[in-house]
């Protein structure tokens, strides 16, 4: 079954960077586009980053995390990566990838990043 695996989560420093890693099996990979997500408490679930599985992976980007955020895929390894740059107070969330397969959506269990001093 499809499957989405989040890592690499953690407590940083304002200003610091993380990679977030999501290891998918279940589907064929490389066919998909692939999407992260974030969420705080009692929000709504806000996309963060696109990445299609046509040619090099066209990318989107929220405005908030434009020039900060790199998306991007391995299809040999089947993991979506999310490069956090310059993180701020306000990019404390969890961290979910998600995948669109007939219609349905199949969400990874989430990884939370924490950006404090």
């Known amino acids: 079954q499809v499957q989405l695996v989040e890592s690499g989560g953690g407590l940083v420093q304002p200003g610091g960077s993380l990679r977030l890693s999501c290891a998918a099996s279940?589907?064929?990979?490389?066919?998909?586009?692939m999407r992260w997500y974030r969420q705080a408490p009692g929000k709504e679930r806000e996309l963060v980053a696109t990445i299609t599985s046509a040619g090099g992976g066209t990318t989107n980007y929220a405005d908030s995390v434009k020039g900060r955020f790199t998306i991007s895929r391995d299809n040999a390894k089947n993991t979506l990566y999310l490069q956090m740059n310059s993180l701020k107070a306000e990019d404390t969330d969890v961290y979910y990838c998600?995948?669109?397969?007939?219609?349905?959506?199949?969400w990874g269990q989430g990884t939370q990043v924490t950006v404090s001093t």
């Open positions: 279940g589907f064929t990979f490389s066919t998909y586009t």
């Open positions: 998600k995948v669109v397969l007939d219609v349905r959506n199949h």
